[in-house]
Every structure is written in structure tokens, then in C-alpha cells.
């Protein structure tokens, strides 16, 4: 699949989180790319590189700034997300569709999951310690970027 090759898989965070209009720099990209490919072919390394470049778009002030509908303001910080809009958002990003398209369909059973499976309980129980949050949010990172939805949309998952 060719969103495993690491440039490929850059660019596309590009164009996910920045829309096609914008276009990096060889800088942005090879700076990212070097992350994944310091991982010398190591397969968590490269999942765990994966995981971290795609978190720092969330963010880019860039991508906050085009995500004020969705109640993302522009900090310097890394406070929490509110849950409903980092799971939409996610659906949105990743898998280029509302949790309530097709195949989910009006009770959003998907959305439903990873927001009070996931990330209600393990964001409740942080205490606002944001590495506890952090993990959560990465964890949906990793499931949205490995699933089969997202694979598919770059060929044969």
C-alpha cells in the first residue's frame, strides 16, 4: 500500500490535516520523513514516528486556524481537546467523511465507540495531566491510521 511509503505518508498528512491548496515545503516533508526512516525498518519505531508526525498536525496552528467551526481555537499549548470534536474530527481527517456517512449510518455507533470507550473514561480519570490524555488521543491516531477505511484509500489494505 503506498500510504506505508514515508514520503507518501507525509505529504498526505499534508494534504489531510492542510487541505490540497497548501503545499509544503522539501523541507517539511524530508524533516518528517527522516523521522520514519531513522526507524531503519524497525516496524514500531516506524508506527510509533507515524503516530507522533501525525499528532503534531493536530497542533499546527495552520490546521486550528481553518478548524474554528469545529470549537479548535489557535493556543500555544497543548491543552485538551474537547472529545466530540477530536473524534469528528478524526473521522473527518483520516477517513475523509462524517462518523455519520456510510458505513456508519445515523447512530453512529463508530463515533460512539471511540469517544465513550475511549477517550471519556481515560481523559476523565487524567486529573488534567495532558501525557494521560496524550496517550488516549494517540491511541485513536494509531486506529484511525491502521485501519482498513484509512488503508483503503490508497490501495489494497
Known sequence: NQIDNAEF?????????LGTGYTPTN???FSRVSQINSCSGNATCIRNKRIEISRAFWDDSRFR????????GLTSGYELYDNYDFVELSYLVYLQRASS?????????GFKFWKEENLDPCVAGSGGDFS??????????DAFLVSTEYRSRFGTP
Do not use: M, N
Not at 456517512?101 to 455507533?109: A, C, I, K, S, T
Not at 494521560?132 to 491516531?141: E, F, K, L, P, Q
Open 9 to 17: 505518508f507525509v505529504r498526505q498528512q499534508f494534504r489531510d490535516f
Open 27 to 29: 523541507s517539511e516533508v
Open 65 to 72: 486556524a481553518q478548524s474554528r467551526t469545529f470549537g479548535l
Open 101 to 109: 456517512d456510510p458505513p456508519d449510518d445515523y447512530q453512529r455507533l
Open 132 to 141: 494521560v490524555s496524550s496517550a488516549c488521543y494517540d491511541h485513536i491516531i
